[in-house]
């Protein structure tokens, strides 16, 4: 994406700006901040209400104005770059907890507001939203968006399945609200579902209703640590073919440990891997809370074996995407939490993968992560909830390199029924990048584009086929 606006003549374009500017939302021009992913936008929307957001996107089919809506704006560089931005649609204004019925356990919140804000109110009520967000600044909107989940999905599951209700806005004005407390509903369409994970292409998030749970009285990790799984030969290279064994047995090891921690009686909410370069150790972490925590995670560290801890802090990396190793062939890293509790990607130059197997095969893809970094000589990290089929992958290397990575542990994960997605690339790795792979509802995905933003305006470009 060379960032270039779409040609349209000034007049066009002062009348869009007029017309937006009489809508009666906050409206600025856009400068160098507000770029998306490499592409510019000329205005920046900053509604307050679901009302003004349609009034935006009025406008915005009347003018055939792309609109891409920004949260915190941690993540506008996943997905593909939009193929134009016209209007930055930012929802800081809408940060409102709009309803908390502690009682029942659901919150109705606002797309602009905060995780950390929300977080607070909730507390006070001795109640939490199940997912361990790390990222300050992360918005409601963004959250529901983006689709991210973190170790406790394991058991809470997603925001997909935390999301109760939804009002959003679609490409035409339209105000449609689905589930919670319902004042109308888009025939046939389970809104929540379609708009989680939807990057912005279906319409804006307007606010969403979640399930809560009680805080808990206590929580306690147990974790261990598993040796490395490469011979290293002279000099501190690693063969292939010396290491490859090594990683089947170590990846055979670390499912085990995962599975018993899964199948515990102590009834772990997590169970998280951390292996932050697949050519040096990995550790199995578990979280259990709620009474008696710390018993309980004794009996899992018991499983997890004999040089096995418990603490009573979340380890560093907790709930945190990987990142990348550096790109260095001696497997060398540091092995404390220094430093690695700092923001991670976020574009800096590192791809990031989302790799999904199904739980009995997570032994064959931690393997295949494995040999796919020997074989292209990329260091690469895994983290995530093996045993809940899902975990992230961080590499750090030159275009070429990094497709070779991508096309091979797809072919791998692919080949067992699995599935791995590029959630964000560098620029210079993302020309020749095949993001998504083989997508099988592509024509539904067309078809449900089609039916909400039938001008294409909607965050235009950011999945497979450009929709
Ligand atoms: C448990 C968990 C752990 C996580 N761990 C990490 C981590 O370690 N590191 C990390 O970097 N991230 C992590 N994330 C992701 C983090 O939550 C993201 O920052 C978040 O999902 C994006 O929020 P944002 O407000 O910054 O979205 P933005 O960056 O503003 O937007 C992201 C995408 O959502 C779209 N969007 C935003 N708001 C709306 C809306 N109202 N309606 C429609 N579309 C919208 C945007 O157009 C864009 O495509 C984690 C998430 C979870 C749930």
Redesign the pocket.
């Given at each position: 994406m060379d960032g270039a606006r779409d040609p349209r003549s000034d007049e066009t374009t002062e009348q869009a700006g007029k017309a937006l500017a009489a809508s009666g939302v906050a409206v600025r021009a856009a400068g160098a901040d507000d770029v998306?992913a490499g592409v510019p936008p000329r205005w920046v929307a900053l509604p307050e209400t679901a009302e003004e957001i349609a009034a935006v996107l009025r406008v915005s089919e009347e003018h055939d104005l792309a609109v891409?809506?920004?949260?915190?704006?941690?993540?506008?560089h996943?997905?593909a770059p939009p193929s134009r931005c016209d209007v930055l649609l930012d929802?800081c204004c809408?940060n409102e907890v709009v309803e908390h019925e502690a009682g029942d356990l659901v919150v109705r919140a606002q797309?602009?507001l905060?995780?950390e804000a929300l977080a607070e109110a909730l507390a006070a009520k001795g109640q939490e939203l199940a997912?361990?967000?790390?990222?300050p600044?992360?918005?409601?909107?963004?959250?529901?968006?983006?689709?991210?989940?973190?170790?406790?999905?394991f058991r809470y599951g997603t925001?997909r399945d935390l999301l109760i209700g939804i009002t959003?806005v679609l490409a035409d004005g339209t105000i449609a609200h689905a589930g919670g407390k319902v004042v109308k509903n888009v025939a046939g369409y389970d809104l929540g579902k379609l708009?989680t994970g939807?990057?912005?292409t279906?319409?804006?998030?307007?606010d969403a209703t979640f399930r809560l749970h009680p805080l808990p009285p206590s929580r306690t990790w147990a974790a261990a640590s598993f040796a490395r799984p490469v011979r290293s030969g002279p000099g501190g290279d690693a063969s292939e073919e010396a290491s490859a064994p090594e990683a089947v047995r170590l990846a055979g090891e670390l499912h085990a440990a995962l599975a018993a921690a899964a199948g515990s009686q102590a009834e772990p909410v997590a169970v998280e891997l951390d292996w932050p370069d697949v050519t040096g150790p990995a550790t199995v972490a578990v979280l259990v809370e709620g009474a008696a925590s710390a018993e309980r995670a004794d009996a899992v560290r018991a499983l997890l074996g004999p040089e096995a801890r418990t603490v009573g802090e979340r380890p560093g990396w907790w709930?945190?995407?990987p990142s990348a190793p550096p790109p260095s062939r001696d497997g060398a890293r540091a092995e404390t939490d220094a430093g690695r509790d700092e923001?991670?990607?976020?574009g800096r130059g590192e791809t990031l993968l989302e790799l999904r197997a199904s739980p009995s095969r997570v032994a064959g893809a931690l393997a295949a992560v494995h040999v796919t970094a020997l074989e292209t000589g990329t260091p690469a990290a895994v983290r995530g909830s093996a045993p809940a089929g899902v975990v992230h992958v961080a590499l750090r290397a030159d275009a070429g390199r990094t497709a070779r990575f991508a096309d091979a542990l797809r072919a791998r994960v692919e080949a067992a029924d699995g599935r791995l997605v590029v959630l964000s690339a560098p620029p210079e790795a993302a020309d020749g990048l095949d993001r998504w792979g083989r997508v099988g509802a592509l024509a539904l995905m067309r078809r449900v584009k089609e039916r909400f933003d039938p001008g294409g305006r909607m965050?235009p470009g950011?999945f497979v086929g450009g929709i």
């Amino acid at each position: 994406m060379d960032g270039a606006r779409d040609p349209r003549s000034d007049e066009t374009t002062e009348q869009a700006g007029k017309a937006l500017a009489a809508s009666g939302v906050a409206v600025r021009a856009a400068g160098a901040d507000d770029v998306v992913a490499g592409v510019p936008p000329r205005w920046v929307a900053l509604p307050e209400t679901a009302e003004e957001i349609a009034a935006v996107l009025r406008v915005s089919e009347e003018h055939d104005l792309a609109v891409v809506p920004v949260g915190g704006g941690t993540k506008l560089h996943w997905g593909a770059p939009p193929s134009r931005c016209d209007v930055l649609l930012d929802t800081c204004c809408l940060n409102e907890v709009v309803e908390h019925e502690a009682g029942d356990l659901v919150v109705r919140a606002q797309a602009g507001l905060t995780v950390e804000a929300l977080a607070e109110a909730l507390a006070a009520k001795g109640q939490e939203l199940a997912l361990d967000v790390p990222v300050p600044g992360t918005t409601i909107g963004g959250l529901v968006a983006t689709a991210i989940a973190g170790p406790r999905r394991f058991r809470y599951g997603t925001v997909r399945d935390l999301l109760i209700g939804i009002t959003v806005v679609l490409a035409d004005g339209t105000i449609a609200h689905a589930g919670g407390k319902v004042v109308k509903n888009v025939a046939g369409y389970d809104l929540g579902k379609l708009f989680t994970g939807s990057y912005g292409t279906l319409g804006v998030v307007a606010d969403a209703t979640f399930r809560l749970h009680p805080l808990p009285p206590s929580r306690t990790w147990a974790a261990a640590s598993f040796a490395r799984p490469v011979r290293s030969g002279p000099g501190g290279d690693a063969s292939e073919e010396a290491s490859a064994p090594e990683a089947v047995r170590l990846a055979g090891e670390l499912h085990a440990a995962l599975a018993a921690a899964a199948g515990s009686q102590a009834e772990p909410v997590a169970v998280e891997l951390d292996w932050p370069d697949v050519t040096g150790p990995a550790t199995v972490a578990v979280l259990v809370e709620g009474a008696a925590s710390a018993e309980r995670a004794d009996a899992v560290r018991a499983l997890l074996g004999p040089e096995a801890r418990t603490v009573g802090e979340r380890p560093g990396w907790w709930g945190r995407l990987p990142s990348a190793p550096p790109p260095s062939r001696d497997g060398a890293r540091a092995e404390t939490d220094a430093g690695r509790d700092e923001e991670p990607p976020a574009g800096r130059g590192e791809t990031l993968l989302e790799l999904r197997a199904s739980p009995s095969r997570v032994a064959g893809a931690l393997a295949a992560v494995h040999v796919t970094a020997l074989e292209t000589g990329t260091p690469a990290a895994v983290r995530g909830s093996a045993p809940a089929g899902v975990v992230h992958v961080a590499l750090r290397a030159d275009a070429g390199r990094t497709a070779r990575f991508a096309d091979a542990l797809r072919a791998r994960v692919e080949a067992a029924d699995g599935r791995l997605v590029v959630l964000s690339a560098p620029p210079e790795a993302a020309d020749g990048l095949d993001r998504w792979g083989r997508v099988g509802a592509l024509a539904l995905m067309r078809r449900v584009k089609e039916r909400f933003d039938p001008g294409g305006r909607m965050s235009p470009g950011r999945f497979v086929g450009g929709i």
